[in-house]
Each structure stands twice: as C-alpha cells, then as structure tokens.
C-alpha cells in the first residue's frame, strides 16, 4: 500500500513521517525500515545504492558503486533484496511522478501490508496513492499555532505570563499556521528579551523585522519550489507577488493580467484557443501553480493568494530579476534605489502618486511597460502623469477613484490591458486605443445609476477589433450603426444589462464565450425583460450568468421578468440570481448537453418541491443553490445527475429533504447554515454512500457549517 503525505513548503510532511517512521509500534510491525530523502535534484543509482545499504547494512557501498554495470543491475537487486520481507519505506521529498513509478515498481507486492509513505510538495506525485491514503497536510489552527510557539520558546518549564500569551497568540497568528514560520520565529523570539513591548510591536506589525528575517532563514527550503517552476509558471508566479500581503486575487483579474503580459502564450497552453475549454484556457495555470503548493486556495472566496512566506520570496526574486520594482514608501523612488530601467512599476501606496518627487522618478524611467497601483482602494483622486511613459502595455489603476477621466490615457497606443475606476460615460475617442485586449471600468460601490437612466459604452466601442474581454459595470453596448460594425474577437463580456443583448448586438460578438448580465429593476417594474431571447445565436457560449441586482421579493411566485428561452447547447456554466422562476421551467435548463456547472442564488428559482427528472442533467458536475425557498428536493429515480461530483448548499433555511440516491461519482458535498432536517440528511447520505461505495477506497467529504 502507498501512502502520500502532500503539503505546501514547511508545513512538517518531512517530520510527521519521521516520527512515524520512529514510533516504537510502527518499527516493531516492520522487518525492514528504509527513509531515503530524495528533493529536486537527484542520481537514480545513488537512491538505489541508498536503499540497497538500509535494507542490508553489511553490503559494501563501493562495490555496488563500481561493480555493478549499469541502472538495471542495481534495481535488480533492490527487487531481489526486498523479496518476502515486510518492510516500510519512506520517499521523503519527492518532486517527479516518473522517478516515483520506477521505484514503486522495484518494490514487490507479497500481500504481507508492507508500506510506502511518500512526502512531496506535488499533487501529481501525492496522487500515485489511492485517494483514501491521500494526505494533505493542513495549516495549523490559532491554538495549536500558539502551542508551538510557546513551547518552542518557553519550553517544559518556563513559565509564559498572562500578558506575553495574549501577544504571543497574536504572533503565531501573523504565521499563518505554517509550522516552520512559527519554529523560526520561535527561534528568533527565543534569542532576544521577553518584554511585552516588544513582543507587542512583533505583534502588531506582520511587516516586522522579526518576520522578515524568519522569511530569509526559510527561503533554503521554499526556494525549490520556485526554482522547480517552468519559466511560465515563474512569470505568473512572481506576478501575484506584486499585490498587497494576504491579498485575494479574483482568478479572473490573474489570468486577464497574464495574457496581457504575455506570460499564457506558452507551447503548453493556448490561451483562449477556440478548440479548448474557455475555463482552463484562462485559469489553468493558477491550477497548476496551486498543484505545486506555491499559491493558496479560498474556499469560501474562490480566490488565490500566497502564503507571506512566498510573497517575501516572490518580492525578493522579483527586485533580483528586475520583474517588476515595489514602491512602498518615499524611499523606494531615490535614484540610487534604482527605479531606472525597471519593465513593472508597482504601487503599494497610492498617495505616492500625489509627490512630485515620485512622477519625477516615473517619468525618468521611460521604459515601464506595466503600471499597476495596487493598493487598496483610495477614495481620493491623484493624478498619474503618465505622459513619459508611451511603451505602457498594462495600466492597472482600479484601486485609485477617477472624478473625470483621465484623457492621457488615451494617448498610450501600446496598452493591451486597462482598468479604471470612473463612474461617467467614456470619451468616444477611446477607440484610439486600437490595440487594447482587456477593458475594464468599474464604479465607485456608492454610485449607483438610476433605473432608466441608462448609460451606454461610445459607439465607436464597435471599432476595438483587439478587444478580448471587456467589462462595462452598468454600462451597455450600443446597436452598432454600420454593417461593418464588429468585435470579431470578444471573448468575456461581464456587467452589461438587457439592452446588450438584442439580436442587433450579440450578432456581432460572433467569438462571445462568456457572458455575463446586470440587471437593475425598475420598483414597478412588470414587463418581461428579453436578455435571455437571442443567446441562441452565440454558438460558441460556454458560461453565461445572469444577475438581478436589486431583486424584489415577494411572498406569492410572480411571473419571471426574463423569460427563460433556448440557451446555445455550448453552454457549460450557466449562474442565476434572484430571477424567481417556478422550478417546472427547469427543464429548459436541465436537457442542456454540456452543461457542467450550475449555480442557483437568491431565489432564482421558487416553490416548495423540485423533482429532478430521469434522464436530466446528464453532464453536471457541480451544483451550487444559495437562499433559495425549496422545502423538498427529491430524484424522479437513482439515475438522476449520474455524474454530479460536487454539492453546495447554503442559506436555505426552508429546506428539509434532500435526495439520498446520488451516484457513485460524488465526492464531497457542503451544506452552510440550513434547516438542521437537511443536515440530518445531508449525514444520512453520507453514512448510506460510504457503505454503498466502501470498496472504491474513497469516502464521501461531507462539510457541514452551522451556527446553531
């Protein structure tokens, strides 16, 4: 039986298997015991040679060196060695999934529960093991975090006072629960005197030296994981290191920023290449970089951000390489800092831009290519000055509020990606932007338009031939007035209302694979809307979301105000929000051939009962419905979503049935603030599908969260 222990960087897969393998029980099952410590750069022979001299510790290491003539001889006699014995063995650090099969098959099976435990850093060699025997080791919660860090510096037998504890927990909170980060500040703390005034400025300031100087003591052992990255991954890697620490990076924003850098034009994956999946086309690379243990997951967000251990080392290597250069402060523009030269100017402090000073250093540099202000939003306007920098390629200024737009902008001819915070209509002369693949305008969250008053994108919006996605936030495309009128390639169109959706327009987004629509109710408003009456015609859509931004719920089940029409058979994601359709008109959705994703929210459907069908949503993987007023969710039979893997539900407060008969392609679901009747069932379906499926070595994850 293999076993994998996968985890991030430090996180202790190394030392929870020696334990393990020194647990007096654990030696005593064993007749041979083998730890062979492995890591990135390795000789095959020389593992061999390490096993072959642990299995039998009399044979002569320099004869097997010289003696034996080549690879094959050597894994002969580790097969040969290992023959009948019960033996555990250890692949600590293991970084290949190729060098992993080799070994395992040099390993004999003789049904005696002989074991192999695996450590590594990587997915794809963690899932060499079964499922069940899959571990990925998890961080450390605030008390155990603290446990450590106490016993680290206080040890057995000194005492910890009432004040230096109450410090001391929020210092092995900044750690972030990862054991070594809290071990190495441990160490640090345990060298310098216990006042409580410092440990309150380690306390409260995560940008301490104290932390900083445990992130450079670490970097021996998370640089490996950055150094083993492809040059792309490196590029997207680094890139996420230029936004603020603990920052949550939309997947969608990355993955814009990316292809507008350039770094997804790589031979591995095309992005937005017609014949692949628009989804892995734009994320796949954070899958992979997630894969490695080198960026983290939200599961409550769904977004991506880094450990501070890895944003210190992405900011160290990114000043080393000259990726892209950070200004934090006043300091960081002095000319022998040196801003000169540099592709990627970040800003972290937004009033920067307000100094003379720091447009004097910007403007001296005439070579950036990307501007990004990322930090975090800043109500007032500053200016930008961006007159010197005509090579610009990227300007990511979201976080800075724009009173009237800025026009310098439109003298940058190069930029491929622009993003602005602004509230008005934009300059018709926006089409001088001709190279431009991503736009996107946001609106200050306490500006909202007034129903009827609508707003409509310049129509010379028409004339943008390199536009790839394009995000308008209340603003909708206007009917194109000439034949000629086209955005050939349009791939994301988000934050557009109905009015963006008449035949006139969607005619002439002919690529269009995502779409996504705002709508704000008028508070009488009773005419059907009809954004949903010529999606047909987008024949390569594959996720489409709709959303009602001011629902108005009533007690009784009124009519939609957008009728539900054919949806193009393309369609693999589609989201509703508070739309309020009778679950019968789910048949219009359930037939769809591809659909594998489905997202229900705020009432988007309503009534009491919903029967799913024999034969319906034959491709659905997922199913996600929030706030929603179903009382009974019941299956026609057992053959109902015969591949759905994953189930959320969440905020149904109503809700007391749910069906028992998934089938066997489940593997987790969640259920977050719901009637406890279908938790209850929710517990039952797990019970009854782990007996059902026990001997497919993989149990039903069941998450259940609850404040009652």
Not at 413 to 442: C, E, M
Request: charged share 25%; hydrophobic share 40%.
């Amino acid at each position: 039986m293999i076993v994998s222990l996968n985890g991030m960087a430090g996180i202790g897969k190394t030392t929870l298997a020696k334990k393990l393998f020194q647990d007096p029980f654990i030696v005593s099952c064993y007749s041979k015991l083998v730890f062979v410590t492995i890591g990135p750069k390795y000789r095959l022979a020389d593992i061999l040679v390490d096993i072959l001299t642990q299995v039998n510790p009399d044979i002569d290491e320099i004869m097997l060196m010289k003696g034996e003539k080549g690879l094959a001889g050597l894994k002969r006699m580790v097969q040969e060695s290992l023959k009948y014995l019960r033996y555990l063995i250890v692949l600590d650090d293991v970084w290949e999934i190729d060098l992993c099969f080799v070994l395992l098959e040099l390993f004999p099976d003789d049904k005696n529960r002989s074991r192999v435990l695996v450590t590594t850093r990587m997915q794809e060699v963690a899932d060499c093991a079964k499922p069940l025997n899959i571990c990925n080791i998890p961080f450390l919660d605030k008390k155990e975090s603290w446990d450590l860090l106490r016993e680290k510096v206080f040890g057995e037998e000194e005492p910890c006072s009432y004040r230096l504890e109450k410090a001391g927990k929020k210092i092995a909170e900044n750690c972030e629960g990862l054991p070594l980060t809290i071990i190495t500040v441990a160490n640090i703390l345990s060298k310098v005197d216990k006042t409580i005034e410092y440990w309150n400025e380690v306390a409260d300031d995560k940008r301490n030296s104290v932390y900083k100087d445990a992130y450079e003591q670490m970097s021996k052992v998370l640089y490996p994981s950055y150094d083993y990255l492809d040059q792309h991954l490196k590029a997207c890697f680094l890139y996420i290191g230029a936004f603020p620490q603990i920052f949550l990076l939309d997947v969608s924003q990355l993955a814009n920023l990316s292809s507008a850098e350039g770094f997804l034009n790589s031979e591995s994956v095309h992005y937005y290449e017609e014949t692949m999946d628009y989804a892995y086309d734009s994320y796949g690379y954070f899958d992979d970089l997630y894969a490695t243990n080198v960026i983290m997951f939200d599961n409550e967000t769904f977004d991506f951000y880094l450990h501070s251990s890895f944003w210190y080392l992405c900011n160290k290597e990114a000043a080393r390489t000259k990726f892209f250069y950070a200004l934090n402060c006043h300091g960081d523009t002095l000319p022998e800092e040196g801003i000169e030269s540099q592709r990627r100017l970040c800003i972290r402090n937004n009033v920067l831009l307000a100094i003379k000073d720091v447009h004097n250093s910007i403007a001296s540099d005439s070579k950036v290519r990307s501007l990004l202000c990322t930090d975090y939003f800043h109500k007032y306007p500053v200016p930008l000055f961006l007159e010197h920098l005509r090579l610009l390629r990227v300007l990511d200024a979201r976080s800075i509020r724009f009173y009237e737009f800025p026009m310098e902008v439109l003298k940058l001819v190069q930029l491929r990606y622009l993003a602005l915070l602004y509230n008005g209509n934009l300059p018709s002369s926006i089409s001088k932007l001709w190279n431009l693949q991503n736009l996107i305008v946001v609106r200050h969250l306490r500006i909202v338009k007034s129903v009827g008053n609508l707003l409509y994108l310049p129509i010379e919006i028409w004339n943008m031939n390199e536009l790839k996605y394009l995000y308008t936030c209340g603003r909708d495309l206007p009917h194109p007035c000439c034949e000629g009128s086209l955005l050939p390639n349009l791939l994301k169109l988000s934050g557009v209302g109905p009015q963006s959706c008449a035949k006139s327009v969607l005619e002439k987004i002919p690529k269009l694979k995502a779409l996504s629509i705002d709508i704000e109710l008028a508070p009488d408003a009773t005419e059907p809307l009809t954004c949903f009456d010529h999606i047909s015609h987008l024949h390569q859509l594959q996720e489409l979301g709709c959303y009602i931004m001011n629902p108005t719920l009533k007690t009784e089940v009124v009519t939609p105000l957008a009728p539900l029409s054919d949806f193009p058979s393309s369609l693999t994601k589609l989201t509703l929000n508070g739309l309020g359709y009778q679950w019968e008109e789910m048949r219009k959705i359930s037939s769809l051939p591809n659909l594998t994703r489905l997202y229900l929210e705020c009432y988007a459907f309503r009534g009491p009962k919903w029967e799913v069908r024999d034969n319906e949503f034959q491709s659905l993987l997922h199913l996600e419905f929030e706030d929603i007023d179903l009382e009974q969710w019941t299956f026609e039979n057992c053959l109902c979503l015969p591949v759905i893997e994953s189930l959320r539900i969440a905020h149904c407060y109503k809700l007391k049935e749910i069906p028992l008969t998934f089938g066997k392609s489940l593997v987790r679901i969640q259920v977050v603030e719901c009637n406890p009747m279908a938790v209850k069932c929710a517990i039952k379906l797990k019970e009854e599908w782990d007996d059902k499926y026990a001997n497919r070595e993989r149990l039903l994850q069941l998450d259940v969260r609850s404040s009652l």
